[in-house]
């Protein structure tokens, strides 16, 4: 699966959009993009993935870039509650060798009143 | 539906004794996930079954183990255990099929003294 690098931490204002960057330049042709993310001490949380097209579910929108080296997860209206560590993941469909995904460190966002 | 759930939430245990953890994934996930979480390694896959048959293993030592039970459930079990192995476990359920998303329970947070 190819590595992901995100930045350690970023802050966001409360009630604006939060955008996470995620750069995977070695992205191969059926890898999706993943994000999770992990409020203290909870379990890691599904957002969202794609593999081309951006994608916008009733959290996040995950914007692709062309070339997909690159994505971004919009929060559109960051809260409080957003305030979390969120894992971009690049992973290779591969069903018959079962299911798991590699977590990197992330990127911490805060979110401030 | 209910989401994956874990028992015990929270457990101490003494250098040498042996653990047993529990997961119940969401109703119709057949795919088993569980993770190590610690603060110096981040988070780690340890084993993923399916159908009762463990699939894919991550890089940890004999002395942790797993099963998956004709209903799904699955545990896992540490042996001999070692302050190191003090962290937050975590399992993930997932439909089966090669893109879909995991979903974690709230996890085990085990305490080795």
């Known amino acids: 699966d190819a590595k992901t690098t995100q930045p350690p931490s970023m802050d966001c204002a409360e009630g604006r959009a939060a955008n996470l960057p995620c750069n995977h330049s070695?992205?191969?042709?059926?890898?999706?993009v993943y994000w999770y993310r992990q409020i203290h001490s909870q379990g890691p949380q599904y957002i969202i993935h794609?593999?081309?097209n951006n994608e916008t579910n009733e959290m996040a929108s995950l914007i692709i870039t062309e070339d997909r080296k690159s994505s971004t997860l919009i929060l559109p209206h960051a809260t409080l509650r957003d305030t979390a560590v969120y894992y971009c993941?690049?992973?290779?469909?591969?069903?018959?060798?079962?299911?798991?995904?590699?977590f990197g460190p992330g990127t911490r966002l805060s979110v401030l009143p | 539906k209910a989401g994956v759930t874990q028992t015990p939430r929270y457990l101490i245990k003494t250098r040498g004794q042996q653990v047993t953890l529990s997961c119940s994934p969401i109703s119709g996930h057949r795919s088993v996930s569980w993770y190590q979480q610690t603060p110096g390694q981040g988070l780690q896959f340890l084993f993923e079954y399916f159908s009762e048959t463990q699939r894919n293993k991550g890089n940890f030592p004999g002395r942790f183990s797993g099963r998956q039970f004709s209903n799904s459930r699955s545990e896992m079990n540490v042996s001999t255990l070692e302050l190191g192995d003090s962290a937050l476990y975590l399992c993930?359920?997932?439909?089966?099929?090669?893109?879909?998303?995991?979903?974690f329970g709230p996890g085990t947070r085990l305490t080795v003294t």
């Open positions: 794609g593999l081309k």
């Open positions: 993941i690049v992973r290779v469909p591969r069903d018959n060798y079962g299911q798991n995904f590699v």
């Open positions: 993930a359920s997932s439909l089966v099929g090669a893109a879909y998303e995991q979903y």
């Open positions: 070695t992205i191969s042709g059926n890898e999706y």
